[in-house]
């Protein structure tokens, strides 16, 4: 029995085309890893050989899928066995303990996931189904680097009572900064909230712990306009924004952002993406300030709000709750 931690989490380590044949260098959770490809495999080590604690990535190969250590030369399979040390006299049997860490990997959404121990929870979906469907096109924007922790990132992703000051012009709330009573839903897989300003319905769906989807649906054409929204927007079109918070050590987080839209399908895509680096860096130099870097957990630390706080009190439940939760780890 272990604490069930961030680590038994799916996050993304990086794009499918960050990572190629050649072994390379990547961090999640303050980890070292080696990653490369072998046929349709993704695998995934700690960057670390155990016999004398060299990084393979320092020029280390790989043979036959097996990683080979650059110092001594000893290769690890794809499970982390050991499976051969030059230095050995015919006969001499490997040892037992030559082991790497191996981790789970996964690639989709055009990205190559990890999990560094027994995942807690089933593999991340997206609203909607989104990539599956015919009448969504989801594409990804761009991958952004923030000197903060993945939980005070997400919270900027989750919290819309900024809008009208951190994005003037761009995302405000249609109905002004007054932020009206709303529900806040837990679900399986993480929390669920909506927030109707008249103009759009803003749908949150957050997956526990760093992924959150802000599914905007116009109820009301005439309402307003956003950045994001098409030019002829009608009712029941969707512009889904997700973000995806990969945590790559406690003050360094990457943000995976990518956008879908069930409508203006002829159109370029780069009318939607366009506006991500204005209001992604709007963001970062307000979140990059944050102290203290990691959010507190203790509902008694810092001020809410009942209601444009309520989505992050929820949240901050949940990570405190990690805190305390205990998983079997094989
Ligand atoms: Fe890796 Fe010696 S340190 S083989
Ligand atoms: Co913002």
């Not at 989709?108 to 096109?137: E, T």
């Not at 008694?300 to 998983?327: I, N, T, W």
Request: aromatic letters at 12%.
């Amino acid at each position: 029995m272990t604490k069930l931690s961030l680590r038994h989490y799916w996050h993304p380590l990086a794009t499918s085309n960050e990572v190629s044949e050649a072994p390379a260098r990547f961090f999640m959770l303050g980890e070292q890893l080696v990653a490369y490809r072998w046929g349709d495999e993704v695998r995934i080590f700690k960057d670390l050989c155990i016999h004398r604690g060299a990084a393979f990535t320092a020029g280390g190969t790989v043979r036959d899928g097996n990683i080979v250590c650059p110092y001594h030369g000893w290769a690890y399979d794809g499970s982390g066995a050991c499976v051969h040390i030059p230095s050995l006299q015919p006969g001499q049997p490997i040892p037992e303990k030559a082991r790497a860490t191996a981790y789970q990997a996964r690639e989709a959404y055009g990205l190559v996931w990890v999990c560094l121990a027994a995942p807690a929870m089933p593999f991340p979906v997206w609203p909607d189904d989104a990539w599956n469907r015919d009448d969504y096109r989801v594409v990804f924007v761009k991958a952004y680097d923030w000197k903060a922790s993945a939980g005070r990132v997400v919270e900027n992703a989750m919290d819309m009572s900024h809008f009208n000051f951190v994005h003037t012009g761009y995302t405000e709330l249609a109905d002004g900064p007054v932020i009206k009573p709303y529900e806040v839903t837990r679900t399986e897989r993480g929390l669920n909230y909506a927030y109707d300003d008249g103009h759009l319905l803003r749908d949150y769906v957050v997956e526990f712990p760093f992924l959150v989807h802000d599914r905007k649906s116009v109820v009301n054409a005439a309402g307003g306009k956003t950045w994001s929204d098409g030019d002829n927007a009608k009712s029941g079109d969707v512009t889904l924004l997700s973000f995806l918070a990969a945590p790559i050590d406690e003050v360094r987080t990457r943000i995976y952002v990518f956008v879908g839209r069930n409508h203006s399908l002829d159109r370029e895509d780069s009318a939607f993406t366009a506006g991500f680096d204005i209001v992604m860096e709007q963001d970062q130099r307000i979140v990059e300030t944050q102290r203290p870097e990691q959010i507190p957990t203790a509902i008694s630390e810092e001020l809410h709000l009942r209601f444009p706080d309520a989505g992050a009190v929820q949240y901050r439940r949940m990570l405190r709750d990690l805190d305390k939760a205990e998983a079997f780890v094989p």
